[in-house]
């Protein structure tokens, strides 16, 4: 399945993510014929490339609304780790 070709959105970020874990368990019990392996790994690496980008676009749309001291409103960058 391509990347066009899955749906967006939280619910499907996570269904991606529990995708790519039951990868890793399949391919860790190395159990999987050569070519089943191969097909998977290359399916477990276009997810995580996949769920990289979604995590590095959230991140820099998220931003912290602060009052500015002449009451005007400004945006701050997420700094995580912040504990705001």
């Given at each position: 399945m391509d990347s066009e070709d899955r749906?967006?959105?939280?619910?499907?970020?996570?269904?991606?993510?529990?995708?790519?874990?039951?990868i890793v368990k399949e391919l860790e019990q190395g159990e999987l014929p050569l070519e089943q392996?191969?097909?998977?790994?290359?399916?477990?690496?276009e997810l995580n490339q996949e769920l990289?980008?979604?995590?590095?676009?959230?991140?820099?749309?998220?931003?912290?609304?602060?009052r500015a001291r002449d009451g005007g409103v400004r945006t701050e960058a997420f700094e995580p780790g912040r504990g705001e």
């Open positions: 749906p967006a959105g939280p619910a499907a970020f996570e269904q991606s993510l529990a995708r790519l874990e039951a392996a191969l097909r998977l790994f290359e399916e477990g690496t990289k980008r979604r995590l590095d676009d959230a991140e820099r749309r998220i931003e912290i609304l602060t």
